[in-house]
């Protein structure tokens, strides 16, 4: 799978936007950019993910460059509980099967009060 | 039901012991992972089960043994576990045949080797 780098940590004021980055300089032209994110204590969640175009929904934004080698996932407006670890994952997948999530280190976001 | 459910969210087992851990969905996933996180780590892939057949083993040491019975379930047996495989163990599932599908995951179980 294509690789990813991330920051290893940002910090953020409470009801500020965050603008999380991520590079993959190495994206094939079939390769989906996911977003999942981690709470304390829980397991992975799905954020977002998207192939060339920006694209919303209802927990953030997804922007993805021209040239598709970085990406920046937007939250608009961040609250206590988006404090969580970020992983920017390319989903490199052909054929029938299943070929499982390869997670980088991710983005630890801090929100403060 | 968008839900993966594990049991038990906790366990604390001998070296000598043998345990299952137990996922179950009911989104009619056709896809279903293992993965291992070790503290302040990101998740590791152990394991991928397609159509309830073992699909990718990713070198993971004997003593763990998946077993896929149905297409809702998924066990992890442990046996003869070391205390370094202490960790959170996660299942996921997700959607076959779509690059751009999500995978749900459980929120783990918490496994202590005494």
């Known amino acids: 799978d294509a690789k990813t780098t991330q920051p290893n940590s940002m910090e953020s004021n409470e009801e500020e936007p965050v603008h999380l980055p991520c590079n993959h300089s190495?994206?094939?032209?079939?390769?989906?950019i996911h977003w999942y994110r981690q709470l304390p204590s829980q397991g992975p969640e799905y954020v977002i993910h998207g192939l060339t175009s920006n694209v919303n929904n209802r927990m953030a934004s997804l922007a993805i460059a021209e040239d598709r080698k970085s990406s920046t996932l937007i939250l608009h407006r961040a609250t206590l509980r988006d404090a969580a670890v970020y992983y920017c994952?390319?989903?490199?997948?052909?054929?029938?099967?299943?070929?499982?999530?390869?997670f980088g280190k991710g983005t630890h976001l801090i929100i403060q009060p | 039901d968008t839900e993966v459910t594990q049991t038990p969210k906790h366990l604390v087992m001998g070296m000598t012991n043998k345990k299952s851990l137990k996922c179950e969905q009911h989104?009619?996933?056709?896809?279903m992972y293992w993965y291992k996180q070790k503290a302040k780590k990101p998740p590791e892939l152990m394991f991928v089960?397609?159509?309830?057949?073992?699909?990718i083993n990713e070198s993971v040491p004997s003593r763990f043994s998946p077993e896929c019975p149905n297409s809702s379930l998924l066990n992890l047996h442990l046996h003869a576990l070391q205390p370094e495989d202490s960790a959170l163990y996660l299942c996921a599932s997700s959607q076959l045949g779509l690059k751009n599908t999500e995978a749900f995951f459980g929120q783990g179980t918490r496994l202590t080797v005494v």
């Open positions: 994952i390319l989903r490199d997948w052909a054929g029938g099967g299943a070929d499982g999530l390869t």
């Open positions: 089960y397609s159509y309830e057949k073992l699909s």
């Open positions: 190495t994206i094939s032209g079939t390769d989906y």
């Open positions: 989104m009619g996933h056709r896809a």
